[in-house]
């Protein structure tokens, strides 16, 4: 494989990008900072297929980066190969609007062949190729210029790395026919819903008690506030007013600005500064969540009871079991708030009652629940029986 010296150039990067426009697949990485701005900065971009790779500078002056950032979003020829994408995604998401697609993410693959939840990406490649990764560089400032070679080589060694794993793990996924089990992750993954930041929707990232529609709506227009002052500052928004803060000033409205210098998580300078000054006027002129809005209650929520606790933590059982018998991360096949809500009589909209997930778990759950399937220990293994009346 070409590896190319950093791409700091137009003209370099627009010629790298027409020739893996034609490639099956790229293989892409990003470096990035994120500890002291709301917007992650990005520092690198690396990408490879199975011919050339290359690491670009995003920070370098006057590059263009409209050819690469094309290949990712617009060209539908080409499969984009990440590990643990999102934080990646949400960054070309930033910069485009738009995600990569089609595109496939190795981590979430690793669950369908055995290699537990959440593999980073060292243990990936050690599994795979029998490379262990110097990880001296790991923790870098990537927004530091100039950057040197054993940087560099660090961040291409991501991709093409990649590179070689993913052919071998795509053809065991067809050898063991479960390749079809990741479309809809992988639809889901690139969704651009999941990575539009909506300051209206910011409320319910807080964790708060009660659901009184004064309180509520105090929060919906001070978290909306601390999300607009937290972009136009470029600032994590926990630099702002942190969650904890949040919720309080929801519960226990300020009644004039000066009260702020009691509020704990506030600066005292709260109490006559313009910060201070905007958060009133926020607070002031918050209304009530409208009905449409507010959260459903807890107990309007599927009731488990205790009966149905009990029942929620057998289908657990059978997860466990099921998911070791084919050797897939049980994640993959369900999450523990599908089998509550099984458990508690949903039998609509649930992704274990569709599909590949049916097949593989959802039918054995669904017979647990009503009362068609028990378990039994057979040679010192838990296994699933069928009962004697089974229809």
């Known amino acids: 494989m070409h590896v190319h010296p950093l791409i700091t150039d137009s003209a370099t990067l627009a010629n790298l990008c027409a020739r ?9 990485d ?5 500890e002291n701005t709301y917007w992650p900065e990005l520092c690198l971009i690396q990408i490879a297929d199975t011919e050339e790779a290359a690491a670009i500078d995003p920070k370098a002056p006057g ?6 950032l094309d290949l990712l979003v617009n060209n539908e020829d080409v499969l984009k190969v990440f590990h643990a994408g999102g934080q990646d995604i949400e960054i070309i998401y930033n910069l485009t609007g738009k995600t990569p697609h089609p595109m496939f993410d190795t981590q979430v693959a690793a669950m369908a062949l055995g290699q537990g939840e959440q593999i980073g990406y060292s243990n990936l490649v050690d599994s795979w190729l029998g490379i262990q990764i110097d990880k001296g560089a790991r923790f870098t400032d990537w927004s530091r210029r100039p950057l040197d070679q054993r940087q ?3 961040a291409i060694g991501d991709v093409t790395h990649l590179s070689k794993i993913f052919p071998r793990m795509l053809e065991r996924l067809k050898k063991t026919g479960r390749g079809a089990w990741l479309d809809q992750e992988m639809e889901r993954i690139s969704d651009p819903a999941n990575y539009a930041n909506d300051p209206d929707l910011a409320w319910k990232r807080v964790r708060i008690s009660g659901r009184r529609a004064d309180v509520l709506g105090r929060l919906k227009a001070i978290a909306r506030w601390r999300e607009v002052e937290a972009r136009a500052k470029d600032l994590p928004r926990g630099r702002i007013v942190k969650d904890e803060t949040l ?3 929801a519960g226990h409205p300020p009644k004039r600005q000066s009260d702020l210098a009691k509020v704990r998580g506030l600066s005292a300078t709260w109490a006559s500064n313009d910060i201070g000054r905007r958060l009133m006027s926020v607070i002031e002129a918050a209304e009530p969540l409208p009905a449409s809005e507010m959260p459903l209650r807890e107990d309007r929520k599927p009731g488990l009871g205790k009966d149905g606790s009990l029942v929620a933590d057998l289908l657990k059982l059978l997860l466990k079991i099921r998911a070791r018998d084919i ?3 049980p994640r993959l096949l369900a999450r523990s708030e599908e089998l509550e809500a099984l458990a508690a009589g949903v039998r609509h909209d649930l992704a ?13 759950a669904l017979d647990l629940v009503e009362g068609r399937l028990g378990f039994a220990v057979l040679g010192g293994k838990l296994k699933m029986t069928r009962t004697e009346n089974e229809a």
């Open 20 to 28: 893996l426009a034609d490639a099956p697949f790229v293989c892409v």
């Open 30 to 34: 990003t470096e990035f900072m994120r």
């Open 63 to 68: 590059l263009d980066m409209q050819p690469l």
């Open 152 to 154: 560099v080589d660090y």
């Open 247 to 249: 919720a309080d000033l």
């Open 327 to 329: 050797d897939v991360a």
């Open 352 to 364: 274990i009652l569709e599909g590949w997930r049916f097949d593989q778990f959802g039918r054995d």
